[in-house]
Structure formats: structure tokens, C-alpha cells
């Protein structure tokens, strides 16, 4: 599983493409605006902060203090016809008093490539890669489970090929290549897997700002155990609307027909959604949802019904104070053959920046994460709190 997903990066770096098709809950909607005035930045971070509840337990909660760091670069260039970006981060941190199980030192890593390609003015070439590994769950992603387990590898390449068959009806044809691995021998073999996704849209534009589509989805997953495998067909349609430049709101709604290997067919809706926002530099939203299927992270469950949905805001209040919120819901439904159980889930995060003398920037943030569930195992409550110095280049 993890030669495969190492070779997702190789692949991706060779295929052409932008438009993030892939990064599970960060596929929803339009991501098609390449920056270039600034092409290299980086930035550098020290800090540290407190956990409430490190091992994420309901009722035997460890706190500790913890030190972390930030490393950041990003590259954005291109052209009319050709642009491209790609941005690394790492982020260590230690904890002073880990309970037992947990190990003091954790890491996390994310590389993220996109391309565009404008072969002629009907033909573009897109591809977009996200490649993480990570400790915690990652709840934009909708990957990863509900709460802290083991290191894992989630990778997602995406190709799309677009092409304008005439003023108002054009095509895309696309080929998403997506996964997880867990470090962790007793969680691999029942939640690793690979998923294949095809898409087909036929997209019809009403107006400038408003077009129609209608979407076909084919998708085949694997797990190492093979008791996950399954293939879905999905059947969508939904409109794009751009209400100014910066303003635009996108949704798909219809059906997923999933046939189990063992558990069945099963037929139901499935939604998505994303609204964004933006004014110049001064203040950026964005929101997603999503419900339907979600590959399962929890051994021994036949499937996962989940709602999602995410508010993230950045606001520049002066030319030396910003700050972000972000916050995220998701309600899972498990279902086993000898019973089944719900997951209520709400992140949310706060930080404010300011930077006291050119290129420092002081820190500070607060996030809160809390469960309720019908297994009480799974239940806990957290909340983290940070500050440090960031200088960027």
C-alpha cells in the first residue's frame, strides 16, 4: 500500500493538469485560480501551547504542554496557456508529558502539486496532487477517522482533460487515483484501501455566470482485508453559478448505487455543495457540505452514511492585524453486521496574527474538538491552545 501511494506522487509530477478534483472534501467545487505575483515564499514557525486531553480519552483525560515548529515553502509561476504551483509544509511537535500509548514526538507532512494546461482554446489539461502523512484526523479531508489513532499516508491524484465542443456545451472526462495507509499492523488490513474514480460531466452553460451539468461517477475500492470492496455508480446534477469575479457557488445532487462485495446493494442520495467568497486580500469564506457514502475507518463496519459540512474565514482587520475561524460538523452513521452506532463530531478553530515588526508575525490560536456518540468509547472532549513567532520570506 505505501509503494503505491509513494508512486501516486512519481505519477502525478508527470501528468499535466489544476482543478481539484480529488482531495476528498476539497474537491467540492471550484479551485482554478493560479497566483502568481509572489512566486517563492517561504516561512518558519516556533511555538508551543497546551492539550487538555492528548490521548483523546472520555474518561481517563491526559494534558501536557507540548513545544512545535512550522516549515512552510511555496512556488506559484506559468503563464496564460501553462501555470502550475506546489507547496510543502512539516510540522513537528513534542509533547513534555505524553500518557502512556502516546508517543511524546508526532510530525506531519503535506506536499500539494496542481497544473493547467491549455493545449488550444477548446482542450485543457488539468491534474492536482495531495499528498499528507499525519497524526491527526484531518476533517477537511474526511479521510481519516474521528479521532487521533496512528500515523497514517493519504494521497489523491486527480487528471481531468476539458474540452469546448462549442460556445455553450463542453465536456470532462477524468481519472482520480486516491488512498490511505495506516502505520499501525492491527488497523491497516481493515482500513487501508485504494479507490479508482471515472467521471464524465456534460456541462451546459444557461448563461456567463450560470451553467447546467449532469455527472457520471464509477468507482472501485479495495482494502487490504477485502471485506470493504465495493463499486458505486453515481448519477448527478447540479449547477455552477458565478455570481461576481471572486463570488461562486457550485452543487451536485442525485444518487450512488454501491454494490458491496459482502453486504449488498444499497441505493441512496447523495449531495454536494460549496459556496466561495472573496474581496481582494481583505476577506476570504468558503463553506462545503457533503452527504453521502464515506469509506469506512472503523474495523468491522460493512459501511459509513455521513453528513459533512466546513466554514472557514480569513479577515485582514488592518495592515498588521488578521485572523481565521474555521469550523467543521460531521455526523456518521456506522453500520455492522450485529448492530450499528452514530458519530457527532464538531472542530472548531480559531488564530489571530499579527505582525509587530516587518516579516514576524506573532501567533496565537484555540481549537476545541468534541464527540458524542452512541459507543461511549469513542466519545471525548479537547481543547488546544497555542502561540508562537512566524517570520516569512
Given at each position: 500500500?505505501k ?12 501528468s ?5 478534483q480529488a482531495?476528498?472534501?476539497?474537491s467540492?467545487?471550484?479551485?482554478d ?5 509572489v512566486p ?10 497546551w ?13 501536557s504542554?507540548?513545544?512545535?515548529a512550522?516549515?512552510e515553502a ?15 509544509s512539516?510540522?513537528?511537535r ?9 508517543d511524546?514526538f508526532?510530525?506531519?507532512a503535506?506536499?500539494?502539486?496542481s497544473?493547467?494546461h ?12 495531495y499528498?499528507a502523512?499525519?497524526?491527526?484526523p ?6 481519516a477517522?474521528?479521532?487521533r ?15 469546448a465542443?462549442?460556445?455553450r456545451f463542453?465536456?470532462v ?5 486516491s488512498g490511505i ?8 488490513d481493515s482500513?487501508n ?10 456541462r451546459y452553460?444557461?448563461?456567463?455566470t450560470?451553467t447546467?451539468?449532469?455527472?457520471y461517477?464509477y ?10 470492496d465495493?463499486?458505486?455508480?453515481y ?9 461576481s ?7 451536485r445532487?442525485?444518487?450512488?448505487f ?5 453486504g ?5 442520495p ?8 472573496s ?6 469564506l468558503r ?8 469509506d469506512?475507518?472503523?474495523?468491522g463496519?460493512q ?9 472557514s474565514?480569513q479577515?485582514?482587520f488592518?495592515?498588521?492585524?488578521s485572523?481565521?475561524i ?26 489571530l496574527?499579527?505582525q509587530?515588526?516587518?516579516n514576524?508575525?506573532?501567533n ?8 458524542s456518540?452512541?459507543?461511549a ?10 502561540a ?6
Open positions: 500500500m509503494k503505491k501511494l509513494c508512486l501516486l506522487t512519481v505519477a502525478s509530477a508527470l499535466l493538469g489544476s482543478s481539484v482531495q476528498g472534501l476539497l467540492i467545487g471550484r479551485h485560480e493560479f497566483e502568481t505575483r517563492f515564499s517561504w516561512a518558519i514557525g516556533l511555538g508551543g501551547g492539550d487538555s486531553n492528548v490521548n483523546q480519552n472520555s474518561d481517563n483525560e491526559h494534558e504542554g507540548f513545544a512545535s512550522t516549515l511555496s512556488y506559484n509561476t506559468g503563464d496564460r496557456r501553462t501555470a502550475y504551483r506546489v507547496g510543502a512539516y510540522s513537528p513534542y509533547y513534555f508529558d505524553a500518557p502512556d500509548g502516546t511524546d508526532q510530525q506531519s503535506n506536499l500539494n502539486f497544473i493547467q491549455r493545449v488550444n482554446p477548446r482542450l485543457t489539461l488539468n491534474d492536482n496532487l499528498f502523512y499525519e497524526f491527526e484531518n476533517f477537511e479531508i474526511g479521510a477517522g474521528a479521532r489513532s496512528d500515523p497514517y499516508l493519504y494521497g489523491s491524484n486527480s487528471f481531468s482533460a476539458s474540452y465542443w462549442t460556445r463542453s465536456t472526462t477524468g481519472y482520480t487515483f495507509s495506516y502505520e499501525d499492523d492491527e488497523r491497516s482500513q484501501y485504494l479507490q479508482h474514480l471515472l467521471h464524465q460531466e456534460f452553460a444557461f448563461t456567463k450560470t447546467g451539468a449532469l455527472t461517477r468507482a472501485i475500492a479495495e482494502y487490504d482485508d477485502g471485506f470493504g465495493y463499486t458505486s455508480h448519477l448527478l446534477a447540479g449547477l455552477d453559478h458565478s455570481f469575479r471572486k463570488t461562486y457557488a457550485s452543487f445532487v442525485g444518487a450512488e454501491r454494490d458491496r462485495d459482502n449488498g446493494n444499497e441505493t441512496n447523495y449531495f454536494e455543495g460549496s459556496f466561495s467568497h474581496v481582494a486580500k481583505h476577506t476570504q463553506w462545503f457540505g457533503r452527504v453521502g457514502f464515506d469506512s475507518d472503523v474495523s463496519s459501511e459509513r452514511y455521513s453528513f459533512r459540512t466546513g466554514l474565514a479577515q485582514q488592518t495592515s498588521q492585524l485572523g481565521n474555521g469550523v467543521n460538523y460531521v455526523h456518521d452513521e456506522f453500520d455492522f453486521t450485529n448492530g450499528s452506532y452514530e458519530n457527532d463530531i464538531v472542530a472548531l478553530a480559531v488564530g496574527d499579527y509587530f515588526y516587518r514576524l508575525i506573532f496565537v490560536g484555540y481549537s476545541f474538538t468534541t464527540c456518540s452512541d459507543n468509547f469513542s466519545e471525548y472532549d479537547r481543547h488546544t491552545v497555542s508562537g513567532v512566524t517570520a516569512r520570506f
